[in-house]
């Protein structure tokens, strides 16, 4: 299905049943990923001073920060900025995947992918400043006359409600 179509269905049923957001308006878009494989050392150097926000899962903790901490095990970590978002995830002993999203350079470039952006609801620990929920974008790739998930993207925290 074209995405002018499921656009046009999508805001048809939402209008029906009188609820916005039952279908997603998806929006076109293309996306540079690079994938890599990083010791946990490497980590560091790879997030540097180049993200505003971010979020990182420790054995131990939950943190809201744009900042790696030292002398914990990281599990996972989202980090964004106005043009790109990376994510880390521990794959096994001290080896992680690196995955950088970004709309102006990378290694793989993918073109005629459609998105929407959802809301979640943060923790109230986690909360600053009045943010009180993550914005992630969510990615999709046409595949034999269907749409498929390709990408989760985290974007931001924000105080917007839906």
Known sequence: MNIDKYNALAKDINNSY?????????????LYI????????????EVGTNYSQGWQLYTDDLKTSPVLQSGCTL????????????KIKLLHDDKYQVTRYSSESGDIKFESL?????????????RENGQSNARYRFWYRESKGRWEAMA????EFT????
């Open 152 to 155: 989760q993207q985290f974007i």
């Open 114 to 126: 459609v998105y929407y952006d959802q809301l979640v609801k943060i923790r109230r620990r986690l």
């Open 34 to 45: 690079t994938t890599k494989t990083v010791a946990g050392s490497e980590l560091a150097n």
């Open 18 to 30: 009188r609820c916005p957001d039952l279908l997603p308006v998806m929006k076109t878009s293309l």
């Open 75 to 86: 599990l996972e970590a989202e980090f964004s900025n106005e043009k790109s978002s990376l």
């Open 159 to 162: 105080g917007e409600e839906k």
